[in-house]
């Protein structure tokens, strides 16, 4: 499988994880607000501190945004292109975001595909700070009660990380037993997944939220993203026992590399390793939780 050096050392432990409560719901982001406030705004109104979102359209101005793209120091594996800042409203197609905190305060890391006003087609990691919703558009969410997604320094890759860390039980109201992972680089999502599911007696799951990145990707179409960084979103995914009783994972995806190629469909198992940090939210189905 393919791997990439990262320049510091790996952490003993490969998945980072939360056990959590969560609750599936919607709500609109409201037109003129940064869309950092906008995301904090619904998940408060619910009683919640943090989860994910998923978008699946909505339109977004000023728009800043960063793409994956090599690092000029060589101090980390991979890095950020500058800024870009579309003209005009630009419409999302898809994104997911995870939303937690950072030094203290609400922050997110959202990644989707989109259309500018000019017709380009683009993607990338949405700036919170300088990112406004232009019109009111709905979007899905999982909130989380006893977990919360917090950017920390991270020593084998040199970035601020989002991972989950325990967090007070609040009286939100929840209705599934749920898990907050972060998958470590070089490992391959659906076997991380599918081995985290078989650790913890989970049959069967929803996954509810996905922001991170991979080494270039495998589709089961027979497709290929050959440059190796990405910035990738999870549209959606389920880990489920096939016949013959093994668990597997399928995670239907989209992306942008650091070349500016775009690409969407389902993953090939078993090739297709993190290339940084992969977020997760996993919806335990069968034990309480809508099926």
Same mark, same amino acid.
């Given at each position: ?17 939360? &056990? /959590?409560?969560? =609750?599936? $719901?919607?709500?609109?982001?409201? #037109? @003129?607000?940064? *869309?950092? &406030? /906008?995301?904090? =705004?619904? $998940?408060?109104?619910?009683?919640? #501190? @943090?989860?994910? *979102? ?238």
């Amino acid at each position: 499988m393919r791997s990439i050096q990262q320049p510091g050392p790996p952490a003993p432990e490969r998945i980072q994880w939360v &056990e /959590a409560r969560g =609750r599936a $719901f919607s709500f609109l982001l409201q #037109a @003129g607000l940064p *869309l950092l &406030e /906008a995301a904090r =705004r619904g $998940f408060a109104a619910e009683g919640f #501190a @943090g989860g994910v *979102l998923n978008i699946r359209d909505g339109a977004l101005g000023p728009l800043a945004y960063v793409m994956p793209a090599l690092s000029k120091t060589g101090e980390n594996a991979a890095f950020y292109s500058d800024t870009f800042r579309p003209d005009r409203i630009t419409r999302l197609k898809m994104g997911a975001m995870t939303f937690g905190v950072r030094d203290g305060a609400p922050f997110f890391h959202c990644h989707a595909l989109w259309r500018e006003a000019d017709g380009r087609a683009g993607g990338g990691h949405i700036l919170p700070e300088e990112t406004v919703v232009a019109e009111p558009f709905e979007v899905e969410a999982f909130g989380l009660d006893g977990a919360i997604f917090t950017a920390e320094p991270d020593a084998e890759t040199r970035f601020k990380l989002f991972g989950p860390l325990p967090s007070a039980l609040t009286d939100a109201k929840t209705t599934s037993r749920a898990f907050a992972l972060r998958l470590r680089p070089n490992q391959d999502v659906a076997a991380a997944l599918e081995g985290f599911c078989r650790q913890h007696g989970i049959m069967r799951a929803r996954l509810r939220g996905g922001v991170g990145s991979t080494i270039g990707a495998r589709f089961t179409d027979g497709r290929s993203v050959i440059p190796f960084a990405t910035e990738l979103a999870i549209r959606s995914g389920s880990v489920a026992p096939h016949a013959d009783g093994t668990l597997v994972a399928e995670l239907d995806i989209a992306l942008v590399d650091y070349l500016g190629g775009l690409a969407e469909g389902r993953l090939v198992r078993g090739d297709n390793p993190v290339l940084m940090t992969m977020e997760l939210v996993l919806e335990v189905l069968g034990e309480g939780a809508d099926a």
